[in-house]
């Protein structure tokens, strides 16, 4: 056997669930070592960790990836991992790994692929590993990439001095340095360098270089003339009097003369890239980023080359059996996923053929939208479970108020569509030009191979392009060489209607060309050079139609449009105000059908507020007058506290809005107004995520041009309401409002706990998330986790009826999970492979509950959850209904299990029935929630 082969009982535990580390170099995988005991007590059968790659140094996230060839050092590298896994297998659990194939981060000095594309552009082994146009519309750019690095325009920074000409002695190379980011001089031009020296040896060395450029064609040959000539430079350069040599040819280029400034500035632009200003970017880029962020260029793995580099390491991993499957980040940034899922799926069971591969993408699905069957994966990282258990939660009753409450107050449509056009608009002319630009120039292309079509402008193609995206209902299609199918067909349609209807009358024939060139036209059945042209063009207008929706929608619109900010979250649409019980029931089933081991989230590190912040929230639609004449009554006794300032008043309502349903929303249960530490503490982490928010909408401030002054108003706005000392004691109305709606807020997050772990799916945990989650967007949903406190509570073997009196504290959660958990583990057949059926519920209160089955070979396991409780709670304070508003309300009985006795999984009782049929009176005695099991 070799040193990392597979080892013969490394077979994966059972997948039953998940929970997800972040990590990070105040978090390594040596300090997950201790925790995994604790997990698997919890119930946790595989460990789900954030990007390990090696990753920009000091990233939080792990995103970043720098170098797909190892364990980031920062974690305690490939040495950690195997820590990790040891205690990992030693304790019957797995480990699942966040991949990133779409993009890198670039920029600084750290990523030897991009800093080699920068050295030798095109003859470069990388060149075709990034998705960069070489030939972009901007001839200037032709065969260069545009370097948007600088943090003043490109004239600035060169008369400043800030970019020195270095030479680096250990590799012999030459490279222009502006702070931390490197940009290599290609060797075939260090001659104009050398030439500088004025010695004879240096200058026979200058020619050797210069001579590299006349064999361009051959790389192999290029890159050994160069390495050669490099060994040479760093032997003169060691020798007696060489480093002074090399100084004084530096010194020629030294920018702080007019003479240096002028050759540096000669000898840059000669290079394979165009040093620019980092705004340039938004216009000009010829290379694909994600979404807006320069520093994350796009790979493209569907290059054979590429996909083998970038999972190389991943898959040994795999094979040796460190990690038992992936998640996919960012899915939709890909040419083609369903191809690149496929191959994944093929390489991860060449690698381990006794392995079912484990593969999970994350997908933003549209409400209408479902997952294709066809890809090889498992489902989704859980962010349309998400929405689906938050969705049936909300009453739809209060929509209408909470509608016209919101266009009174702010003047703002109601329509959430509405804002999100508008706000795609702003995207497209602002933040993705440049991508727009790309994708309007390879349908030019397009264009010109035709004589009928060839006189569409490039500008009203961008038009057109511009009206299809405004439209766009999902994230992307799926175009492949055989055209669209019936499901890309129907969501293009409805992106083209509503392009008729706003793009200009002379350029509606275009709308039906785009119809022909995005697959309408079956790409296959075209000569060559037109397949290649139009998928070209179908995979940039996929490749930009995904972040124009992230970015509009999530990344914008969401920090707009105020409704009910819990229906604003990652995987949902704010426009779909609730989800009805049969709506969900209807998703459920779907899942169990087509992907029985979706991964189920209910809070993850990119959620815009924390889960039991959602649930809490959820409550203002049951209650939406009583909300209404709070927030009427705020708005009056702070109106004198907002400043006029030259393009409004600050805070502007919808910020004001959003602000009080924040603060109501994450208010810490307990927190005292006059607890000044405390309320501090808070309230800086409501500055920090208003601060956020304003940026993100984007209407008086931005991350790229901030405004100073708003944003002082607003925190003054937000720190001056709160004051303790206040005549009007708003802080206090408002902690007594948020203590007000908290225990059906707590109700509906202990119902999100059963519902997440007995639904088809794979439940999974956030870290930290067993006790409450009040956290808001990130980075506040990344804090360190007392992990000392839940190992405690856990131990402690109290269950979740002794401990819903002390429900402040969070252990009621954890152990509504733990024992939901342990009924998985008991019966993991009826959840992994068992039907899913509706139970039927019958009463007074019917709609205050729901009810479901999972149900496998004579075993049985029906979960109950309370919802819309706000009007039914009574004054106890405790998050349960009285039991006898529950008299009269039953719940009728799959019939695999009548006249059988029922166990509730949670709190150890048996409620009596009659038949077919199960009081709530009883089964709701103890807990709001309840799992019965029988077989």
């Keep these: 056997m070799t040193e990392h082969s597979p080892p013969a009982a490394a077979a994966p535990p059972p997948l039953l669930a998940t929970a997800r580390l972040q990590f990070h170099a105040g978090f390594t995988l040596d300090d997950a070592v ?61 480990l699942i790994l966040d991949i990133v194939p779409n993009h890198m981060g670039v920029g600084g000095s750290d990523n030897a692929w991009w800093m080699d594309v920068l050295e030798w552009g095109r003859q470069s082994p990388y060149a075709t590993f990034f998705d960069i146009d070489w030939e972009p519309p901007d001839r200037s750019l032709t065969n260069r990439m545009l370097a948007p690095f600088l943090g003043a325009p490109y004239g600035e920074v060169l008369a400043s001095g800030d970019l020195q000409l270095r030479y680096e002695p250990e590799t012999g190379k030459f490279a222009a340095w502006y702070y931390e980011h490197r940009f290599p001089i290609a060797p075939q031009h260090y001659h104009h360098i050398l030439a500088a020296v004025g010695d004879e040896s240096f200058a026979q060395l200058a020619q050797e270089f210069g001579r590299i450029g006349l064999r361009q064609r051959d790389r192999a040959a290029s890159r050994a003339d160069a390495e050669r000539a490099s060994a040479a430079l ?228 961008r038009r057109a392009l511009t009206e299809v995206l405004v439209h766009f209902p999902v994230y992307r299609l799926y175009i492949t060489p055989g055209g669209r199918g019936a499901d890309d067909k129907r969501i293009l349609d409805w992106a083209l209607a509503g392009a008729r209807r706003t793009v200009r009358a002379t350029e509606r024939p275009l709308i039906e060309l785009l119809d022909t060139w995005l697959g309408g036209e079956a790409p296959r059945s075209l000569p060559p050079a037109t397949r290649r042209e139009r998928l070209a063009a179908a995979v940039r207008f996929q490749q930009l139609s995904a972040p124009t929706a992230a970015k509009s929608v999530e990344d914008t619109a969401f920090y707009r449009y105020g409704r009910l900010i819990s229906r604003n979250e990652v995987g949902s649409d704010p426009g779909r105000f609730a989800v009805t019980p049969a709506g969900f029931h209807a998703t459920a089933r779907a899942r169990a059908k087509n992907f029985p081991r979706a991964l189920l989230a209910t809070a993850t590190h990119d959620h815009k507020r924390g889960e039991d912040t959602r649930a809490r929230l959820a409550v203002l639609s049951e209650i939406p007058d009583e909300w209404a004449a709070a927030v009427n009554r705020w708005t009056r006794l702070n109106a004198s506290l907002r400043k006029d300032l030259s393009d ?35 309230l800086e982490r409501v500055a920090a995520w208003q601060e956020k928010a304003l940026r993100e909408a984007k209407r008086r401030t931005e991350w790229a041009v901030p405004n100073g002054e708003y944003e002082a108003a607003c925190r003054d706005f937000l720190f001056a309401m709160m004051a303790p000392d206040r005549p009007s004691h ?55 986790v007392d992990w000392a406190a839940r190992r405690e509570a856990l131990e402690s073997g109290l269950g979740p009826a002794e401990l819903l009196d002390q429900w402040h504290d969070g252990r009621v959660k954890q152990a509504v999970l733990f024992r939901a958990l342990q009924l998985r583990a008991a019966k993991p057949d009826v959840f992994t492979e068992g039907a899913y059926q509706p139970v039927a519920v019958e009463g007074p209160l019917a709609g205050n ?39 009269g309300t039953e719940l009728i009985l799959p019939r695999v299990a009548e006249g059988r006795d029922w166990r509730d999984a949670l709190t150890g009782t048996t409620p009596a029935g009659s038949g077919d049929r199960l009081g709530l009176e009883e089964v709701l005695a103890g807990l709001p929630v309840a799992l019965l099991e029988v077989g």
């Excluded at 702003?426 to 120039?441: V, Y």
Aim: glycine share 10%; aromatic share 8%; proline share 6%.
């Design 34 to 94: 201790p925790l995994v005991p604790y997990l698997k007590r919890l119930g946790i059968t595989h460990l789900y960790a954030s990007p390990i790659l090696k990753a920009r140094p000091g990233s939080t996230h792990g995103y970043d990836i720098v170098d797909h060839g190892q364990i980031n050092p920062e974690l305690g590298g490939e040495p950690a991992l195997r820590r990790l896994h040891e205690v990992l297998r030693g304790n019957g659990v797995g």
């Design 234 to 461: 760093r032997s003169l350069a060691s020798g007696e009097g060489g480093g002074a040599k090399i100084e004084s040819a530096l010194a020629a280029f030294d920018a702080k003369t007019d003479d240096g400034r002028d050759r540096l500035h000669r000898l840059l632009e000669r290079q394979h890239y165009r040093l620019a200003w980092w705004r340039a970017a938004a216009d000009e880029i010829n290379w694909r980023r994600f979404f807006d962020i320069t520093s994350l260029a796009g790979l493209r793995v569907e290059v054979p080359e590429a996909f083998d580099a970038t999972h190389e390491l991943v898959l040994r991993l795999y094979r040796e059996g460190v990690v038992d499957g992936v998640r996919i980040d960012h899915v939709d940034g890909l040419a083609d996923p369903r191809a690149y899922c496929r191959k994944l799926h093929r390489s991860m069971q060449s690698a381990r053929p006794d392995r079912t591969p484990l593969i999970w993408v994350e997908k933003i699905l549209a409400p209408f939208e479902a997952l294709r069957t066809d890809w090889m994966v498992d489902g989704t990282t859980g962010y349309d479970f998400m929405d689906e258990v938050a969705g049936v939660l909300h009453d739809p009753a209060g929509e209408a108020p909470l509608s016209a409450l919101w266009t009174e107050n702010t003047g703002r449509s109601a329509v959430f569509e509405d804002e999100a056009r508008e706000a795609r608009r702003q995207i497209l002319r602002e933040n993705l030009t440049s991508e727009l630009n790309g994708t309007a120039a390879a349908l030019k292309r397009v264009a010109d191979r035709d004589l009928a079509t060839r006189d569409f402008t490039l500008t009203a193609l």
């Design 648 to 682: 409004g008043p600050a805070p502007g309502m919808s910020a004001q809005f959003m602000l009080y349903q924040t603060l109501v929303g994450a208010w810490p249960l307990g927190l005292d107004v006059d607890d000044g530490e405390n309320l501090n503490a808070f």
């Design 730 to 784: 708003l802080g206090a109305e408002i902690a007594a409002f948020a203590r007000r709606i908290a225990p059906a807020g707590a109700v509906n997050s202990l119902s999100q706990v059963v519902l997440r772990c007995a639904s088809p799916g794979v439940p999974d945990l956030y870290q930290g998330t067993e006790f409450w989650d009040f956290s808001l967007v990130d980075p506040d949903n990344r804090r360190p």
């Design 849 to 887: 509950v729901l009810a479901f089955a999972r149900i496998h070979r004579g075993q049985a396991v029906v979960t109950v959850a309370t919802r819309l409780s706000a009007g039914v709670l009574g004054d106890s304070g405790v998050p349960k209904v009285p039991p006898g508003l529950w008299r």
